[in-house]
């Protein structure tokens, strides 16, 4: 097996970017172990270079001064369980501290 096998192989997969990297470390591992076990002489997944992917969502926006305001009074302060949610709110805005942070507060 050459790289080229490698890469057409790669090419012919169906699905996503991630599942196609996860395949070929795969194979890239798979061969490691025949390297190391001296059944081939190299890795020809070794040279094979993946598609590039990034992740664009999951990053939280920043908040606004104005929106921080906003949010912090619409909150009903009238009641017990409202006070708590404000102050927990402004502790999050103002420290820009994780939710996981605040929880084990």
Do not use: C
């Given at each position: 097996m050459k790289p080229g096998d490698v890469g057409r192989n790669q090419d012919q997969l169906v699905g996503g970017i991630p599942k196609k990297k996860q395949y070929l470390t795969a194979l890239r591992r798979f061969f490691d172990l025949l390297v190391t076990r001296h059944v081939v002489n190299l890795n020809p997944a070794a040279s094979v270079r993946p598609e590039r992917y990034a992740v664009?969502?999951?990053?939280?926006?920043?908040?606004?001064?104005?929106?921080?305001?906003q949010l912090v009074g619409s909150?009903?302060?009238?009641?017990?369980?409202?006070?708590?949610?404000?102050?927990?709110?402004?502790?999050?805005?103002?420290?820009?501290?994780?939710?996981?942070?605040?929880?084990?507060?």
């Amino acid at each position: 097996m050459k790289p080229g096998d490698v890469g057409r192989n790669q090419d012919q997969l169906v699905g996503g970017i991630p599942k196609k990297k996860q395949y070929l470390t795969a194979l890239r591992r798979f061969f490691d172990l025949l390297v190391t076990r001296h059944v081939v002489n190299l890795n020809p997944a070794a040279s094979v270079r993946p598609e590039r992917y990034a992740v664009v969502e999951g990053w939280t926006p920043e908040i606004t001064v104005d929106s921080a305001r906003q949010l912090v009074g619409s909150m009903d302060t009238s009641t017990v369980i409202g006070l708590g949610d404000r102050a927990i709110i402004g502790i999050l805005i103002y420290t820009a501290a994780r939710v996981g942070a605040m929880a084990k507060l």
